[in-house]
Each structure stands twice: as structure tokens, then as C-alpha cells.
């Protein structure tokens, strides 16, 4: 096992250094300057600048520099916020971006296996129709317009919660729905179909034929098994709640990184959108390989060699 | 003889959308005490239905066991309530399944699954019942039970995943064993190891043993009374040896002649023509008529009843019927009862004669 992380760890370093390099390149294409949008400097201030942040070396020089500078751990100064650190800004903007992320995960995981598993034990009930009712909603609503009703009823209409901004509780709520609505869409339905197909296999014959009560059967047998593929969709449904989370906070006014992300591009800063972009890689990379470990701790078929438990 | 499971006129249907199924239409049957009866019949002919019937592990819907009692001591399981039933499941009444391969839970230790049965219906503590496991998978030949009592099913093979499945079967010490194929599918070589693992387990235990199979190869190996299964109805019963060396129905005498065996190179197999009946809609009279090639008139318009030839020989076809033209079984199949001398010894094998 260890010697297989320490595998992956070298691939995932790879992996970093393929993105860091496309994103930098990528970047360049962009049109303008940082600062050619700014009216008030002169001709002669915006050459300086250049200048100064070394933006009128040729492209390659440029990116060995900005490797050089990455590979030991410097991130650059943003252009637009008198020269501070990349690495504090993304320091003070993520706190609100990761409760919001790590609450919509947990809460919308949480419903949507109750809601799979409840529709599979009451296949083509009520319950089971409703189920995936919500779930079709759930995937087809793009979190915007969900935002968006949200605040004019709960927040306008009916003065329930605060319509936007971050300071404290009552402010993560209708961003939280928003973000987890997708999650809880999304696990619902292939928990249902995972249930319904362990359901079938012979192994909970073999179970109920041992004289278990349907909920030991359930508990025991069912959940574990039906569970190992919703793993899978974890790390593809985590992306999405990063780039869902991109637009939330832009529309609930939160002072994250996904705003950030945002303005950045808008403005050319381009340290930032390196920063920010490569904070998301790794984040993501990582995710993949926590989704990889886990995959084997909850099936044993799949515990990796050298790894004999 | 003490008879420990009797079933009576058991009808169990299935409600499809294209109307109700069938499956198993009026059987009767008993299993003596620590004996052996295995039923027999081809795919579809309502032998695992009835089995399961016996376990009530029918899903329902679509399944209902329509009519029939199932006794079991003073019990009739057809008629408890699924918290009984799961008392009665796994600890006086087990079941083994045809495929070791997905009869096991793949993310649960052996140890784990065998344990299941223990602690529910022995109420042992969970270091007593992993003892126990061990002691079970010692006695069903795993060998190093001590270490692969921790182990996965995909550590197994399938034979020795089969032996798992007998062991989580027989922890509770069950009075009956429904082993619904258990050699299906396993190759040959592991067949003959699991037989006689059964017949060995059988002895020290005492156990009643339903076993349910389309092969009469196996049939011969490990069963003292047989019944033969066809759309839904027992059609012919008897001792092992009566059932060999004088069946009387004409499907018994077709499964006899499609059984390959390695004696002779000379003889051939001679196939039952035609597909079973489409239970959703039953013939009239005989439900094997239609491939029977020695169909009388009456069979397209009467159920032959049961006739018994003797005490324990039964068998409905109206050949039996005392006006009925006498018919011998064809030559080849006659010259294959001849073949089977009772005294050949075959793995395993145990007088079959023994309730005559």
C-alpha cells in the first residue's frame, strides 16, 4: 500500500506540472495586459509595469522563470492588489469556499443515500416515483435558477433568510441547498439503481436464508455493496461542486475563492489565475486519490497488492 | 420412518404482467428423517420454486404460494408470519445455492458470514460463534481454517467457496438441507469432493436432505428417494433403485436416456424432443403429452393421477392404467438400467436401497 501511494503521489506530481504548464500557456492567449484596462496610467507607466513584472520577456522565458518561482514554492504577487501574495490571498478567501463546499458534500451526500435507499426498499412505491422526481429535478435545475427562486422567496418574499453575504449560519443555508441540490440528485439515483441491483444478486438470498431480519439484510449486506460505485462518482461530483461553487458565491455575494477565480480572469491577473487554478488541480488531484484509497478499504476485492490485510 | 417435512398440494404462482405463472402446480411430497431426497427435473420445471417455497424466500410480489401446507413438525410454514419464518431460516431449516461464486457476500469475511447465523439463532457471543466458524470450516475440509476465517470470498475457489456455503448452511446444526444444484456449478472433479462432503456431514449430523438437481449422475451418487419434477408436478416417485432399474413414466425414461455415461462409447444419447409447456397457460390433461411419444388419446384430455406401483413407487402416466396398451421403455434406455448394476460403487455412494 505504501509503496503504491508513493507511486501515486510521483504521478500526481506529473499530473501538477502538465497542468501548471497548459494553464500558463493557455493564459498567454488571453488578449491584454493586466493593466491596459486601467485609464488613468500613461503609455510609459503600463511599459514599466511590464517591465517590472518581467511581462515583456518572450513567452518561453516567462514560463521557466514562473516554474522556477512555482517549484520552490513562490506563487507570484497579483497584479491588481499592490503586489501582495498570491498564496494570502487564497489563504484569506478560502475559508468560506470550503465550509460551503465541505457542507453541500456532507449534507447532500447524507440526503441522497437516505433518498436512494429509501426508493430502492419501496421500489415502484410513492416514495420510490418522488424519489426520482426530485432527483430529475435535482440534476436538470442548474444551481443558478435554484439560487435565484430561493432568494426571492425565502430571502425577498417571505424575509425568511438573509438574501445574500456571509456572516454566520443563516447565510450558508440557501448557498448550501443551491450547491447540494446537483449532489443529492445525483447519489439518489445511483444509489437506487445500486440497491435494486445488489437487491438481486445471490448474496442476500444466502443472507435472508440465514433467518436475518430484512433490516440486518439491509444494513449489513446491501448498503456496503451498493455503495463501492457512488465512490466512484465522488470525484467527478466534487469538480462539480467547485465550479458550481464558482457561480453560487458570485450570486450570494460571498467572499471566496470562487469570486476570486472569477475577477481574476475578468481582470487579467494573471498570478491569481494560476494560483487559484493550480489550488483547484491539486485539490482535485487529490480527491482521486482519496476516492482510489477508499475504493479499496470498503471492497476488499480491489485492496491493493502488497496491501494483504 | 418419521416423516420431518411434508408438503401438501403446494401451488405457487407468479403474477407477470402477461397474466399468472404457474410454477409449480399441486405437488406433494415428504422428506423422511435423515434421509436423502432429491428432486429432479429440467430448467423451468418449478424445482427451485418449490424449494424455495419451502424457505418462503419466494419474492413477493411477483410470487405467492397460492394454496398447499408446508408442515414441519406441528407447523405449517405457509402460514407464518415472516418473523417466524426467520427463526426457522438458517437454524432448523438451511439452504444452499447453486452458484458459490455470487452466493457470498463479496466485501464480508467468511468468518463474518458464518458468524451471521450463530449469533442470531444461538445467541452466542461474537468470540464464541468465531470459534465456532472455525470448528465449521474445519469440518467442511478447509484446511488452515484458523487464518481463512479472516479471509474473502475472492481469496476462495469455488469449490472451497462452495464449502463455505455448506458451513454458513450447517452452523446452526439444521434438521433439514434444501441444496438447491449445489455442484452446478463446479467441474466435475470438485462435484465429486462436494458430494461427498454432503453425504460424510450428513452422517455425523443427521441432517434431512433435500437436494435438488437436473443430473441424475449426481442423483445416483448421494440420494435415497427420488422425485421427478415436470411443469410443476411431481409425475414420478420413488427409492433410488426403483427410479433407475423400473421407472414408468416416459419422461423419467427420457431423462434416463439423455444422461451420458462413461461405460460405453457405442450407445447414444437420445434427446427428449420439443420445450416444455408455457406454464402461463397449462395444458390440458397431460402437461408431457405433447413429447410423448407414446401419448394416448386420454392424455390430451385428462390429469393421469398418481399410480402406485409400490409402496413407495408412484407414478402419473395412464400407461399405468389397467387398460392401457403395454409399453416397454425403448431398448437403448432399458439396456442403460441394465447397465446400472446396483452393487457399481460410485463416489460417495451409500445403498440406495436401504428405505425398500
Known sequence: MGRYIGGRI???????????????????????TPFNNQDKLTETQIVQLNDKYGLNDPVPVQYFNYMKNLLSGDLGVSFQQDGREVSTIIGERIGPSAYLGLQSLVVGTIIGLFLGII????????????TMVIAVLGISIPNFVIAGLMQYWFGVKWQLLPVAYWDGFAYTIMPTVAIASIVVATI???MRTEMLEVLGQDYITTAKAKGLSSTAVVIRHTIRNASIPIITIMGPLVVGLMTGTLVIEQIFVIPGLGEKFVNSILTNDFPIIMGTTLFFSILFIVVILLVDILYGIIDPRIRLAGGKS | MEKILEVNNLHVSFDTFAGEVQAVRGV???????????????????????????????????GRIKEGEIKFGDRDLAQLSEKEMQ?????????????????LNPTMTIGKQIMEGLVKHQNMSKSEAK??????????????????????PHQFSGGMRQRVVIAIALACNPRVLI????????????????????????????????????DLGVVANIADRVAVMYAGKIVETGTVDEIFYNPQHPYTWGLLGSMPSLDSTDEELIAIPGSPPDLLDPPKGDAFAPRNPYAMKIDTEMEPPLFKISDTHYAATWLLHEKAPKVEPP??????????????????????????
Open chain 1, 10 to 32: 510521483i504521478s500526481m506530481l506529473i499530473t501538477f506540472l502538465i497542468i501548471a504548464s497548459l494553464t500558463f500557456f493557455l493564459m498567454k492567449l488571453l488578449p491584454g
Open chain 1, 119 to 130: 426508493a430502492a426498499l419501496k421500489h415502484n412505491s410513492f416514495l420510490d416515483y418522488g
Open chain 1, 188 to 190: 439518489a439515483r445511483f
Open chain 2, 28 to 62: 406433494n411430497f415428504h422428506l423422511n428423517k435423515g434421509e436423502t431426497l432429491a428432486i429432479v427435473g429440467e430448467s423451468g420445471s418449478g424445482k427451485s420454486v418449490t424449494s424455495k417455497a419451502v424457505m418462503r424466500l419466494i419474492p413477493n410480489p411477483p
Open chain 2, 87 to 103: 427463526k426457522i431460516r438458517g437454524s432448523e431449516i438451511s439452504m444452499i445455492f447453486q452458484d458459490p461464486m455470487t452466493s
Open chain 2, 131 to 152: 470459534e465456532r466458524a472455525i470448528e465449521l470450516l474445519k469440518l467442511v475440509g478447509i484446511p488452515n481454517a484458523e487464518g481463512r476465517v479472516n479471509e474473502f
Open chain 2, 179 to 214: 441444496a438447491d444444484e449445489p455442484t452446478t456449478a463446479l467441474d466435475v472433479t470438485i462435484q465429486a469432493q462436494i458430494l461427498e462432503l454432503l453425504n460424510d456431514l450428513q452422517e455425523k449430523m443427521g441432517t434431512s436432505i433435500i437436494f435438488i438437481t437436473h
Open chain 2, 331 to 356: 431398448a437403448a434406455i432399458k439396456k442403460r438400467m441394465q447397465g446400472m448394476a446396483p452393487s457399481e460403487p460410485i463416489i460417495g455412494a451409500k445403498d440406495g436401497g436401504k428405505n425398500v
